[in-house]
């Protein structure tokens, strides 16, 4: 007897089984990379993933200290990306760096990505955030980089860690002949590590590998500045976004390597170590007390003849840099406070006769000072450019005129609230904007937020991963930003968004006239 033929349906179920498959039992907090399987968590309310602690590079350890960064090894099993890995090597130096992770160490080359909760079939862009700090401290495990808001607004955002300070950017006589002419700057090296990491790895989490922003504050700023330089990080970012830094001017400058080497190895032998293997077998807490002493910023990225083949300026000119979408400014205050206190009109001409001698007409004409009030107003606007705004108005003038991309500048300007670090509460002051950026307002200890900070963080947000998207800030409900390459205005972030041309240029241009060599 013939058996009954069986129902369509019911044949059809197995293959929509294996089929569905994937759907039905994959797990979207594990993600499989290059080097094996990870498991995260679910963050944000649950519309976040979160992947902490990957290792993107070896540890940079014994032998490996003071050499470009390696491959990271594989691993069997899931490995577990709920914690934050350790931080670089460094010592406490702001009270407001706070970290979410174990410690510092040696072993500190992780990183952390944020994805929304469903990426299947999506190729997102992606954030790349390079922390400030001076290339001498910071994490991307600080709080006020995590549970952010970016991932929210469908875009993937990668935090990193990189070797900081005497580990990141060492540059002796000694370590030039192992590397044939190339210390320094792993740091730097660290970062195109990891981005050559998001290049293999990011499409798993959801990301578009073509569609890559870095973006970065302070020594972060200065790293996107000098990646757009660099012809080893070429191609593997398609934008770039920096807040309040640049390797133009004297701030972080860039040495060439015979000087810094000269300079470094004097300091190594200080130490009373013979050679390099006797440096590196050195606990990493004697190395740290020892760079401690040169303070923030001393060990700084080198003109190498391979990660930067010649100062960051001179690439510029030569319009060599990366033609990629640049947004950039910085805030209103970055160190307001420094000089203003206790300063008179009478000072401030004092101040004006005493650094800048027969031009110290011209100085006053750019920061008057015909009244008290006005002495202070120019005397904190002074301290700003010259120490972060004047550096960043050359990188924006430079991409401006050889980039062949477009730019987007704007002047963060919203006072800050109280809160325990600025009790004060009446500036903008430098690493103000992060917080509004990364939509993180609430990690900032002692303040009370304003309806107008809320609402500068929403706008920001979007500015920022609209740019991330296409290259272009602008979208719906935003007030217009203007491109700075073809109208010269800038977008004013305050209470009241507003654009207009750079009231402060007279300000640049005489800043300009003192640089060394354009003086006459």
């Given at each position: 007897?013939?058996?009954?033929?069986?129902?369509?349906?019911?044949?059809?179920?197995?293959?929509?089984?294996i089929?569905l498959?994937?759907?039905?039992?994959?797990?979207?907090?594990?993600?499989?990379?290059e080097?094996?399987?990870?498991?995260?968590?679910?963050?944000?309310?649950?519309?976040?993933?979160?992947?902490?602690?990957?290792?993107?590079?070896?540890?940079?350890?014994?032998?490996?200290?003071?050499?470009?960064?390696?491959?990271?090894?594989?691993?069997?099993?899931?490995?577990?990306?709920?914690?934050?890995?350790?931080?670089?090597?460094?010592?406490?130096?702001?009270?407001?760096?706070?970290?979410?992770?174990?410690?510092?160490?040696?072993?500190?080359?992780?990183?952390?990505?944020?994805?929304?909760?469903?990426?299947?079939?999506?190729?997102?862009?992606?954030?790349?955030?390079?922390h400030?700090?001076?290339?001498?401290?910071?994490?991307?495990?600080?709080?006020?980089y995590?549970?952010?808001?970016?991932?929210?607004?469908?875009?993937?955002?990668?935090?990193?860690?990189?070797?900081?300070?005497?580990f990141?950017?060492?540059?002796?006589?000694?370590?030039?002949?192992?590397?044939?002419?190339?210390?320094?700057?792993?740091?730097?090296?660290?970062?195109?590590?990891?981005?050559?990491?998001?290049?293999?790895?990011?499409?798993?989490?959801?990301?578009?590998?073509?569609?890559?922003t870095?973006?970065?504050?302070?020594?972060?700023?200065?790293?996107?500045?000098?990646?757009?330089?660099?012809?080893?990080?070429?191609?593997l970012?398609?934008?770039?976004?920096?807040?309040?830094?640049?390797?133009f001017g004297?701030?972080?400058?860039?040495?060439?390597?015979?000087?810094r080497?000269?300079?470094?190895?004097?300091?190594?032998?200080?130490?009373?170590?013979?050679?390099?293997?006797?440096?590196?077998?050195?606990?990493p807490?004697?190395?740290?007390?020892?760079?401690?002493?040169?303070?923030?910023?001393?060990?700084?990225?080198?003109?190498?003849?391979?990660?930067?083949?010649?100062?960051?300026?001179?690439?510029?000119?030569?319009?060599?840099?990366?033609?990629?979408?640049?947004?950039?400014?910085?805030?209103?205050?970055?160190?307001?406070?420094?000089?203003?206190?206790?300063?008179?009109?009478?000072?401030?001409?004092?101040?004006?006769?005493?650094?800048?001698?027969k031009?110290?007409?011209?100085?006053?004409?750019?920061?008057?000072g015909?009244?008290?009030?006005?002495?202070?107003?120019?005397a904190?606007?002074?301290?700003?450019?010259?120490?972060?705004?004047?550096?960043?108005?050359?990188?924006?003038?430079?991409?401006?005129?050889?980039?062949?991309?477009?730019?987007?500048?704007?002047?963060?300007?919203?006072?800050?609230?109280?809160?325990?670090?600025?009790?004060?509460?009446?500036?903008?002051?430098?690493?103000?904007?992060?917080?509004?950026?990364?939509?993180?307002?609430d990690?900032?200890?002692?303040?009370?937020?304003?309806?107008?900070?809320?609402?500068?963080?929403?706008?920001?947000?979007?500015?920022?991963?609209?740019?991330?998207?296409?290259?272009?800030?602008?979208?719906?409900?935003?007030?217009?930003?203007?491109?700075?390459?073809?109208?010269?205005?800038?977008?004013?972030?305050?209470?009241?968004?507003?654009?207009?041309?750079?009231?402060?240029?007279?300000?640049?241009e005489?800043?300009?006239?003192?640089?060394?060599?354009?003086?006459?």
């Amino acid at each position: 007897m013939l058996a009954k033929p069986r129902s369509k349906c019911l044949i059809a179920i197995p293959f929509l089984l294996i089929a569905l498959g994937p759907l039905l039992h994959s797990d979207p907090l594990k993600i499989r990379t290059e080097e094996g399987k990870l498991h995260g968590k679910l963050i944000n309310g649950g519309k976040v993933r979160a992947f902490l602690g990957i290792p993107y590079a070896a540890p940079p350890v014994g032998d490996l200290r003071w050499k470009e960064p390696q491959p990271p090894a594989s691993w069997t099993g899931v490995r577990d990306a709920t914690k934050f890995g350790a931080r670089c090597e460094q010592w406490p130096i702001w009270a407001d760096y706070i970290f979410l992770d174990s410690g510092p160490s040696e072993d500190c080359l992780y990183l952390n990505v944020y994805t929304p909760a469903d990426t299947r079939n999506k190729k997102l862009p992606v954030m790349f955030w390079i922390h400030g700090g001076g290339y001498t401290a910071g994490s991307g495990s600080e709080p006020r980089y995590t549970n952010s808001g970016l991932p929210l607004r469908g875009v993937v955002l990668v935090t990193i860690n990189y070797r900081l300070g005497v580990f990141g950017f060492l540059a002796s006589e000694d370590l030039a002949k192992e590397s044939a002419g190339s210390a320094g700057n792993y740091g730097l090296m660290d970062m195109v590590s990891a981005l050559q990491w998001v290049r293999a790895n990011i499409a798993e989490f959801g990301g578009d590998p073509n569609n890559v922003t870095i973006f970065g504050e302070s020594a972060g700023s200065f790293a996107v500045s000098t990646l757009m330089a660099s012809p080893e990080a070429r191609g593997l970012f398609q934008k770039a976004i920096g807040e309040s830094g640049a390797a133009f001017g004297n701030v972080l400058s860039v040495m060439p390597l015979a000087t810094r080497a000269s300079r470094d190895q004097a300091w190594v032998e200080s130490l009373g170590v013979k050679n390099l293997a006797d440096l590196r077998a050195m606990p990493p807490s004697a190395v740290i007390e020892a760079a401690k002493q040169k303070g923030v910023g001393w060990f700084a990225p080198v003109i190498d003849g391979r990660l930067l083949t010649e100062g960051v300026p001179e690439t510029y000119a030569k319009g060599n840099q990366e033609h990629v979408p640049l947004l950039a400014g910085w805030n209103r205050d970055e160190r307001s406070g420094t000089m203003s206190k206790d300063m008179t009109a009478e000072k401030w001409k004092e101040f004006a006769e005493q650094h800048f001698g027969k031009r110290a007409d011209d100085f006053l004409k750019a920061f008057p000072g015909s009244s008290d009030d006005e002495a202070v107003r120019s005397a904190d606007a002074f301290t700003t450019e010259e120490y972060i705004g004047f550096g960043t108005w050359l990188w924006i003038e430079a991409q401006t005129k050889s980039g062949g991309a477009p730019v987007y500048r704007y002047h963060f300007e919203l006072p800050a609230t109280p809160s325990e670090m600025h009790p004060e509460g009446k500036y903008a002051f430098h690493s103000d904007e992060l917080e509004y950026v990364f939509g993180t307002l609430d990690t900032r200890h002692g303040a009370e937020w304003r309806p107008e900070d809320r609402k500068l963080s929403e706008e920001m947000m979007d500015y920022w991963t609209n740019f991330a998207k296409t290259g272009d800030p602008n979208g719906q409900g935003l007030p217009q930003w203007p491109r700075f390459d073809q109208t010269h205005e800038l977008i004013h972030l305050d209470g009241t968004i507003t654009t207009g041309p750079d009231s402060a240029q007279p300000q640049y241009e005489f800043l300009l006239h003192e640089m060394p060599e354009n003086r006459h």
